[in-house]
Nanobody, 120 residues
Framework: VQLQASGGGLVQAGGSLRLSCAASGTIFRLNFMGWYRQAPGKQRELVAGIPVGGSTNYADSVKGRFIISRDGAKNTVYLQMNSLKPEDTAVYYC???????????????WGQGTLVTVSS
């Protein structure tokens, strides 16, 4: 499975960006798709996740500002980021868990990362 992320860039504080991540390849069932981020000198953290048929979850720091959604037909996950703050600056990675029913195994795949820079 390959994940292709796009949509990062430079934006002023208070602005918005929309990230997209499209999965391709041998896809069985994407049980989970999500966005993580890693700022310089910090650990990678979960920003938002959306399991198939389940409730979305968000990091406390982005609740009320970010919205995650997915298009099952396109195997694509989106992250709408509003009211951006300088502390949102990071490399954003998409991730997807591909579950193979016959083998009953799941494997996590990662996108290449897209840089989001929020200026003050």
């Amino acid at each position: 499975v390959q994940l292709q992320a796009s949509g990062g860039g430079l934006v002023q504080a208070g602005g918005s960006l929309r990230l997209s991540c499209a999965a391709s390849g041998t896809i069985f069932r994407l049980n989970f798709m999500g966005w993580y981020r890693q700022a310089p000198g910090k650990q990678r953290e979960l920003v938002a996740g959306i399991p198939v048929g389940g409730s979305t979850n968000y990091a406390d720091s982005v609740k009320g500002r970010f919205i995650i959604s997915r298009d099952g037909a396109k195997n694509t996950v989106y992250l709408q980021m509003n009211s951006l703050k300088p502390e949102d600056t990071a490399v954003y990675y998409c991730a997807a868990d591909n579950y193979a029913p016959t083998a009953m195994t799941s494997h996590t795949y990662w996108g290449q990362g897209t840089l989001v820079t929020v200026s003050s």
